[in-house]
């Protein structure tokens, strides 16, 4: 069939017969996916992924919001802290369900198939998709600003250039899964390196005696709830990625050990790099010159690197094709888990047959990707990415509370203090509302409608299992055109 009929088998008992979509004895099938991501590709996947054109961009607006030098300062470091506690919140979610798929086969195992199906719906179509296409875009920008100096680029060659992103990634994420995490290994030690220069070009100015951003550093603070809430959405839109080791749980080694370690080495180096660079930029110029800043990397680079400044346009571009490479390593997993729990078409659960990599997922991602690159609509749906993002969240996290209170008894190898995951939902609600409360906008309702019409194709397609024939000749064409077969999962 196109779109798998499952059993309802449920090995952690997490759901009632009803909802559960999964059966783990179902078929003999052979493929499954590599476990090839170590601790350091781990590590590299995280800040690799988190890492982006967020620290090079966000900071103005971080900043614009809350007023003043040391209060923006709280905030990237109350951003990092935040991204911390879910982080090993997810850890311990990881550890108990050693499935890929990340909040999608949590909400899956938890609260059943419907909502799960929502989220895989908003998830594959909208927000993965989205949010590649913007990064992609970014890269773009910083990659076409040297052919056309003084100038901004034509809206052509951006988008041929974006589009031209995605197909490398497409290329490289199909053919080996080894290959995509060497990309991030690389581009990782290539973006960190840059951050470091700006963080060295930092402290000597300091050393030299540049501190006046920083006197009388709290004067001025917002104490708005709205425009605090919009700041962290700056700055957590930075940090995005902290769970993206949770979407390839099933090709980790060991994931027990290496998904808390990789998470422990990551977000806590990432947060140091975001905090020392607000510093430098901040060293090297007054806040007000940050505010009217376009790029406040680029600005950075022309008044510490002189002739050197080249080196930062080309630093934002590696850094924002690693995030690219990332984004789109672990997005394409949510559309293979998802399809292979019967959510999507069954064609999105298959493996090539050589490669053992899920390339109709992630060719389908890309497809995805590149109609938003090229109509160009999804500014409104990346500015409320993190509405939808902390409403999944938020799910996720009061799952785990459920599982903590509920199911004690379950194996665990790393256990997270109940006070985290409380603070994280806390934070989750604060940030779902306030952007309702504070200035309420048509377009979250648009997002919310776009959400909750997934019910429309969950009940014939998903409940009722109406496939229609035609679809089944597609399915096996695609099958011989792509290569590809089905996989069995990690009954584990």
């Not at 476990?35 to 992924?49: D, F, M, R």
């Not at 009388?216 to 990625?241: E, H, K, P, R």
């Not at 977000?267 to 607000?278: A, F, G, R, S």
Request: glycine fraction near 8%; proline fraction near 5%; charged fraction near 10%.
């Amino acid at each position: 069939s196109t779109m798998r009929e499952r059993k309802t088998t449920d090995p952690l008992h997490l759901t009632d017969p009803l909802h559960s979509s999964t059966d783990l004895s179902e078929g003999k099938e052979k493929l499954r996916l590599k476990q090839e991501v170590g601790l350091i590709s781990g590590v590299s996947l995280i800040a690799g992924t988190m890492i982006g054109s967020g620290i090079f961009m966000s900071p103005e607006w971080v900043l614009h919001h809350m007023g003043n030098p040391a209060s923006s300062l709280l905030i990237w470091a109350a951003c990092g802290l935040l991204a911390m506690f879910g982080a090993l919140s997810y850890a311990e979610l990881g550890t108990i369900i050693k499935e890929s798929g990340g909040e999608y086969i949590y909400i899956l195992r938890i609260f059943g198939s419907l909502p799960a199906f929502l989220f895989a719906y908003t998830s594959v179509i909208l927000v993965r998709p989205a949010g590649l296409a913007a990064v992609c875009l970014s890269f773009a920008e910083y990659a076409t600003a040297p052919f056309y100096p003084g100038c901004s680029s034509p809206q052509v060659a951006i988008k041929c250039t974006a589009a031209a992103c995605i197909l490398i990634l497409t290329i490289i994420n199909c053919l080996n899964v080894r290959l995509a995490t060497s990309v991030m290994n690389i581009f990782t030690a290539a973006k960190l390196l840059a951050l470091l220069v700006i963080v060295v070009g930092g402290l000597v100015l300091l050393a030299s005696g540049q501190t006046q951003s920083f006197q009388n550093g709290f004067q001025g603070t917002t104490a708005g709830i709205g425009a605090v809430g919009v700041a962290f959405y700056q700055g957590l839109w930075s940090y995005d990625g902290w769970n993206n080791l949770n979407y390839v749980t099933e090709e980790l080694k060991k994931p027990e050990v290496t998904l808390p370690r990789a998470l422990m080495i990551a977000i806590p180096l990432v947060t140091c790099l975001y905090l020392l660079v607000n510093v430098s930029y901040l060293a090297a110029m007054t806040p007000s010159e940050l505010l009217s800043s376009g790029a406040v990397a680029v600005t950075w680079g022309d008044k510490v690197l002189g002739s050197w400044a080249w080196l930062i346009s080309l630093s934002v571009a590696l850094s924002t094709f690693g995030s690219s490479n990332g984004t789109f390593f672990s997005g394409g997993r949510v559309c293979y888990i998802a399809a292979r729990e019967g959510h999507m078409p069954d064609i999105l659960s298959m493996a090539h047959v050589r490669c053992l990599t899920p390339s109709p997922a992630l060719l389908f991602t890309s497809a995805m990707s590149l109609i938003m690159i090229i109509s160009g609509s999804f500014t409104s749906i990346v500015n409320f990415f993190s509405f939808v993002a902390w409403l999944f969240y938020g799910m996720t996290i009061s799952g785990l509370l459920y599982l903590k209170i509920k199911k004690p008894e379950l194996p665990r190898s790393y256990k997270v203090p109940i006070i985290i995951p409380i603070i994280v939902l806390m934070a989750a609600v604060y940030l779902v509302l306030a952007p309702i409360i504070d200035q309420p906008q048509i377009e979250i309702l648009y997002i919310v409608l776009f959400i909750f019409s997934g019910i429309i194709f969950y009940f014939p397609l998903v409940r009722f299992k109406y496939h229609p024939r035609f679809l089944q000749r597609v399915t096996l064409h695609l099958q011989l055109l792509l290569e590809v077969a089905p996989t069995s999962r990690d009954a584990n």
